[in-house]
């Protein structure tokens, strides 16, 4: 979502090509596939995985988002809470909710006030320029 919301406030001839006017039924399409195919257990596990390494990385690596929104040491207890509570407090995981989004720019997202969704924009803003 939060690629997709920096990507709409871009002209489209600027944007990257998955993310033209163009692709946007496809991309429709793909968030009702995606929906269909969410296994949350399997999300959980990954994600932690994530927050695990990410929080084995150096100073100079650090992901600005992991550490604000896990911390800066590992805990998998910790981060199964914290994973748990963006899980129940999100609607990212209801499909209406997930196609209102894909229209909506990056501000509109930040409204929700949604803990999966800051975390998504946080990490997003964190990236290094050169792999937005």
Same mark, same amino acid.
């Given at each position: 979502m939060a =690629?997709? $919301? $920096? /990507? =709409? $406030?871009?002209p489209d001839l600027e944007r990257r090509p998955e993310y033209m006017e163009r692709e946007h039924v496809r991309i429709k399409d793909r968030l009702e596939r995606e929906q269909k195919n969410l296994f949350l257990p399997a /999300? =959980?596990?990954l994600l932690l995985a994530f927050v695990r390494r990410a929080q084995a990385l150096g100073a100079e690596e650090r992901i600005a988002a992991v550490d604000k929104h896990f911390g800066k040491t590992f805990s998998e207890?910790?981060?199964l809470a914290k994973i748990? $509570?963006?899980y129940a407090g999100t609607k990212?995981?209801?499909l209406d909710e997930r196609m209102k989004m894909a229209t909506e720019s990056v501000g509109q997202? /930040?409204?929700r006030k949604d803990p999966l969704l800051a975390f998504g924009l946080d990490r997003r803003r964190s990236r290094p320029r050169w792999t937005r």
């Open positions: =690629r997709l $919301a $920096a /990507e =709409r $406030a871009k /999300e =959980r596990q207890k910790d981060a748990d $509570a963006m990212v995981l209801t997202l /930040e409204a």
